[in-house]
């Protein structure tokens, strides 16, 4: 477990900030992550050298620990910031330990599917035995939390599930044939990727839990009273509502009722045709927003009706990429119960992000 007690050496706050974050996912709420550049490191840790390889800069636990531990160090996590060591290894873990190839690259893992006849390539199952790609992401965990020491939180990383893990073993291409040619086979599927993926949550969960049952979740940084997850379906940009309905909230449902805190990953203007099918899954807690490259930023009053949609649905608000002089004129427009808000941007210090929090009081 990652915490032998209710104490995070950095992060002081860390019961404050823990029931802050239940409050956000009773939709009751503000959580706001505020991690800026510290003045003074909070440890004398020096930078990692440059990795020398590839290999070493996604799988070398003892690397991958010291570039994380100068990381978090060198900032301070403010409000409902956490220090997270993210255990990662590309975005979409599940397909790897699936049998998807991974290609490591300077800033991803790129997949190659391992699915080229479906008509004869079986069921698809999570064999954790002899499991390459799961040896070595559990080695990342390990290390986090031999290294924790009760300073810091280790996450769960970005398994990624239902199409999305279907497009890393079949292909995007041949998925979307697949889904005219071969529906029940798709769903098929889609039922088997779930089961591995509460199997694959279940083995990382019990190692990373918090002692009062809650866990970090590395990407778009979110803890949760309970097993606590981010969603997706990137591929959906490729479908209409209709098949989002027969392909994806099936599957959805069923991972956000099987978890305690659900935060759905909404990726880009392509994506928005689906915001009425999320809002219709019962168990789903809260949706993130993603504008693409190009549009303006999460905390822009471009979104502002789009969060008003996702609040009056029942479902708290992800916003991310969020500057500093955003977050007031949002919570004004938005309304601050079951906003979760990431600030982004460079231009502020401690002390500025020490000034915002003072001037956030009165809607926290």
């Not at 975005?91 to 991974?102: K, N, R, V």
């Not at 924790?148 to 979307?176: N, S």
């Not at 002692?211 to 606590?228: D, L, M, S």
């Not at 689906?274 to 930023?297: K, N, S, V």
Request: proline share 8%.
């Amino acid at each position: 477990m990652t915490l032998a007690s209710d104490t995070l050496a950095w992060k002081p706050d860390w019961l404050q900030a823990r029931e802050q974050w239940r409050r956000f996912w009773r939709r009751e709420g503000l959580a706001i992550g505020v991690h800026p550049l510290r003045g003074q490191p909070v440890a004398p840790l020096a930078p990692p050298p440059p990795p020398a390889s590839l290999e070493q800069r996604w799988l070398d636990p003892g690397y991958r620990a010291a570039r994380t531990e100068y990381d978090m160090a060198t900032h301070a996590f403010l409000a409902e910031g956490l220090p997270i060591f993210d255990t990662n290894i590309g975005p979409g873990s599940l397909g790897l330990f699936l049998g998807a190839q991974g290609r490591l690259a300077e800033t991803t893992v790129w997949y190659a599917p391992c699915i080229s006849d479906p008509d004869s390539y079986g069921p698809i199952c999570f064999a954790p035995a002899g499991n390459l790609w799961l040896d070595r992401h559990m080695a990342l965990i390990e290390a986090g939390l031999q290294r924790a020491g009760g300073r810091y939180l280790v996450g769960i990383p970005d398994l990624i599930e239902g199409l999305d893990t279907l497009a890393a073993l079949r292909g995007d291409m041949q998925l979307l044939y697949d889904l005219k040619e071969r529906p029940g086979w798709v769903k098929e599927r889609l039922a088997e990727i779930n089961q591995a993926y509460f199997q694959v949550f279940d083995l990382m969960y019990e190692r990373v839990r918090t002692v009062e049952g809650g866990n970090a979740f590395a990407a778009f940084r979110i803890w949760g009273p309970g097993k606590t997850a981010k969603l997706q379906c990137d591929f959906s940009a490729n479908i209409s509502p209709r098949m989002f309905r027969a392909f994806v909230s099936p599957y959805l449902a069923e991972q956000c009722a099987w978890l305690d805190c659900s935060l759905y990953h909404l990726d880009g203007t392509t994506a928005l045709q689906h915001l009425e099918p999320l809002l219709e899954i019962a168990g789903l807690d809260a949706i993130e927003w993603t504008p693409q490259a190009g549009r303006p930023g999460g905390g822009s009053p471009a979104w502002y009706d789009l969060y008003r949609r996702i609040r009056a649905g029942g479902k708290g608000v992800q916003a991310v990429g969020v500057e500093p002089d955003e977050v007031i004129p949002l919570l004004d427009a938005v309304g601050p119960a079951g906003m979760c808000i990431l600030i982004g941007g460079a231009s502020y210090d401690e002390a500025a992000a020490e000034r915002l929090l003072k001037a956030l009081e009165p809607y926290r």
